[in-house]
């Protein structure tokens, strides 16, 4: 499927969330939509892990590390385990790192920044609940659309038949 998130603007922009433009592109998918599951986790990516190791049924992880450049959420070994594992995308609201691995593997990334330390393991954090960033907010069940030109949310799937 294609799309940009420009003709959906223009068709629906009335019914769509904009996110503001902070976010840079790593993935080797640069086109990616899906349903939202979330992660709530500061400098902690054991449930991203775990999110990850679920089958993504094409979802997509939205990630709020509460805005941190002080450690990494994502690397390639989780990035490549999410795309095993069939999810779309993953946006991550702080920084990822192994970003010339990660713009090899067929996901959608998006983040903030890039930083080579990585995060703890503490098993802290919350899953599939509302976050906010960017100027909206990421519900589950609400539909991500992504592209260059930036990220979307839908309330509802958007049939682009």
């Given amino acids: 499927?294609?799309?940009?998130?420009?003709?959906?603007?223009?068709?629906?922009g009335g019914d769509l969330k904009v996110a503001l433009?902070?976010?840079?592109?790593?993935?080797?998918?640069?086109?990616?939509?899906g349903p939202i599951s979330t992660v709530k986790a500061h400098e902690d990516n054991s449930l991203v892990r775990t999110a990850l190791e679920e089958p993504g049924e094409?979802?997509?992880?939205?990630?709020?590390?509460?805005?941190?450049l002080r450690c990494a959420m994502l690397g390639d070994?989780?990035?490549?385990?999410?795309?095993?594992?069939?999810?779309?995308?993953?946006?991550v609201f702080g920084c990822i790192r192994d970003a010339d691995v990660i713009?090899?593997?067929?996901?959608?990334?998006k983040a903030l920044n890039t930083n080579p330390r990585k995060s703890l393991k503490?098993?802290?954090?919350?899953r599939?609940?509302?976050?906010?960033?960017?100027?909206?907010?990421?519900n589950v069940?609400?539909?991500v659309y992504a592209d260059t030109d930036g990220v979307i949310v839908s309330e509802k799937k958007i049939d682009m038949s």
Avoid: C, H, Q
């Fill in 1 to 12: 499927m294609t799309f940009t998130t420009a003709d959906l603007y223009d068709k629906y």
């Fill in 21 to 33: 433009p902070i976010f840079k592109d790593y993935g080797a998918k640069r086109i990616f939509y």
């Fill in 58 to 68: 094409g979802r997509i992880l939205i990630v709020d590390g509460n805005e941190s």
């Fill in 77 to 91: 070994m989780l990035a490549k385990l999410g795309m095993e594992n069939g999810w779309s995308g993953i946006i």
């Fill in 103 to 109: 713009a090899t593997i067929d996901i959608g990334v």
């Fill in 122 to 126: 503490r098993g802290l954090g919350d």
């Fill in 128 to 138: 599939d609940i509302p976050v906010s960033f960017a100027g909206i907010t990421f």
């Fill in 141 to 143: 069940g609400e539909y």
